[in-house]
């Protein structure tokens, strides 16, 4: 059986986590992240900020059936015995006044330690404590966030293009923030400072989203788990039975969005 098949049936995951959906803007892959949801059931799920973007609907108003879908399909997961902890970012900001209440089941927390299945420990938090761009500059950060929005408009324009001479998904976006020397800089030193402070939290693992770049690597004897986004990665991090993590990219092929690429770090790797 063929991975796209196989990941069609329903999954179970002990722990999924997701964060940087970004509902209320152009640019969030909501339908892409409902097939997703209908494949995996979890336990628990970690929303890891910026789930809602606050900063845009504050601007501009947006907000399709599709978005609503998406909290409505987490609200019945919840119904059915999901435990859901929401932990705020920057766009998402306003929950943080709510830290400690729970809303129609789910839970909102500044940060969370998370004990995986094989005894491993993990903090989670959104990250962008450590962006002294959105602490400090903040009409910058809000220039940054303009920016963005304009790659991603891009995107789909140049997706567009390619699908019709029948090539694969590439992304502006990412490709920018790949080469552009000062955005590696600002990744690479976000990294080690998330790291820092799980060190800090005497941890094994440090799990965050806010910069849109998935990635899962040791650095300084510390797993660096980063959830990406579902605007342009559409990935995702999932905690199996055993404790096995993995970091699972819902890709475009041709007109549909399927599994395409899954990876996973194995006990001996992240021991």
């Not at 927390?109 to 903090?123: L, P, W, Y």
């Not at 602490?135 to 220039?143: D, G, I, K, P, Q």
């Not at 029948?166 to 923030?177: D, M, R």
């Amino acid at each position: 059986m063929g991975e796209t098949e196989a990941m069609s049936e329903t999954r179970h995951v002990r722990t999924l986590f997701l964060s940087d959906v970004h509902l209320g803007t152009r640019g969030c892959q909501a339908a892409v992240l409902l097939d997703f949801l209908k494949v995996y059931e979890a336990d628990t799920i970690y929303l890891v900020g910026d789930i809602v973007d606050g900063w845009r609907l504050r601007q501009s108003w947006y907000w399709p059936q599709s978005h609503n879908d998406v909290v409505q399909k987490l609200l019945r997961k919840v119904r059915k015995g999901t435990r859901v902890i929401y932990i705020p970012g920057n766009h998402d900001e306003f929950f943080r006044d709510y830290v400690g209440s729970n809303f129609g089941g789910i839970e909102v927390e500044e940060e969370a330690i998370h004990r995986c299945a094989d005894g491993r420990s993990m903090f989670i938090l959104h990250g962008d404590k450590f962006d002294t761009v959105v602490r400090n500059v903040r009409w910058l950060a809000l220039l940054g966030d303009w920016a963005y929005d304009f790659a991603i408009w891009l995107n789909g324009h140049i997706a567009r293009v390619r699908r019709h001479f029948g090539l694969p998904y590439w992304s502006f976006s990412q490709w920018s923030k790949d080469k552009v020397k000062r955005a590696v800089s600002f990744i690479s030193a976000f990294e080690q400072a998330v790291v820092t402070d799980a060190r800090r939290h005497g941890v094994d693992m440090v799990l965050c989203g806010h910069i849109h770049k998935p990635t899962m690597r040791t650095i300084d004897g510390v797993l660096y788990i980063n959830t990406g986004d579902w605007v342009e990665s559409c990935s995702a991090v999932v905690e199996n039975a055993d404790g096995r993590l993995e970091l699972i990219h819902w890709h475009q092929v041709a007109d549909a969005f399927a599994p395409v690429s899954v990876k996973e770090l194995s006990g001996e790797l992240v021991a």
